[in-house]
């Protein structure tokens, strides 16, 4: 008797979004194996952060399902988020708190109890290399410091899941270095990652499966490997999107 597949961590169904006449996403479905670092790609408009969004309870699809751990996420909100660590791209944070205090808020909204919730928050503080900062208020924080700060209110509850839009956009190299260190070690420990980039390189080196998105629809999704069919992850994703424009640009932009 062979074992039942482990079903995925992410299960996207036929995801849906139109803006008007525009169809940002199209139909999309997608699986995220349990315990994978998943890249999620594509140019400008493609329709990631509207994919995520959809899939992490912060907008409705128009059509199409969304499951957690085959929770779905718009019938059963509430447990189905309560697994998910979610770096939005632009969402605000409450800024008029200190980030200590930010954190705190966060873990009392999910229910930590009280007993744990210093101890969590000055892990995060330090893992974070936020300790100088803890007691300022985040909107004085750089960009940088609020994407770090964003990034420990999405792992205060231990979520199973956690979806990452850009999340090393701003980030210094140290604190990113940082950064791939502790989502590394939540992958191993089978913690799941699906991360929204633009750079080909980060997701190269960092993910073992990647999804190339364009127009609303995926192209390509499969293993780092099978996506990339012997080429460079860059190489693959430009052949699969176009775009490329084989000119030398204007005569007047040459140096004489």
Not at 79 to 88: C, E, H
Not at 107 to 127: K, N, S, W, Y
Not at 154 to 179: C, G, K, Q, T, Y
Not at 186 to 213: E, F, N, P
């Amino acid at each position: 008797m062979t074992d039942a597949p482990t079903p995925p961590a992410l299960h996207w169904e036929g995801l849906t979004k139109r803006f008007g006449e525009k169809l940002a996403v199209d139909t999309l479905t997608l699986d995220v194996p349990q315990g994978s670092f998943y890249g999620f790609v594509g140019p400008n408009g493609a329709g990631k952060t509207t994919t995520l969004s959809m899939a992490t309870g912060l907008l409705r699809p128009d059509g199409g399902r969304a499951f957690v751990h085959g929770v779905d996420v718009w019938a059963e909100p509430v447990r189905a988020k309560s697994m998910i660590g979610n770096l939005a791209d632009g969402v605000r944070l409450f800024d008029r708190l200190t980030g200590e205090q930010l954190l705190t808020y966060t873990a009392m909204m999910f229910g930590i109890a009280r007993d744990e919730i210093a101890g969590r928050v000055a892990d995060l503080i330090a893992m974070m290399d936020l300790r100088e900062a803890a007691g300022t208020m985040v909107a004085d924080y750089s960009a940088g410091m609020t994407k770090k700060t964003a990034l420990a209110c999405a792992l205060v509850h231990a979520p199973r899941v956690l979806v990452l839009d850009e999340p090393f956009e701003s980030v210094d190299p140290v604190s990113a270095a940082n950064i791939e260190d502790v989502l590394r070690g939540y992958t191993t420990a089978g913690g799941t990652v699906i991360v929204s980039s633009h750079s080909m390189d980060l997701v190269q080196r960092m993910c073992d499966h990647v999804a190339v998105i364009a127009a609303g629809r995926v192209l390509a999704a499969g293993t780092i490997d099978q996506v990339r069919d012997g080429q460079t992850l860059q190489d693959r994703f430009v052949s699969l999107v176009g775009g490329r424009h084989a000119t030398e640009g204007p005569q007047w932009l040459r140096p004489s």
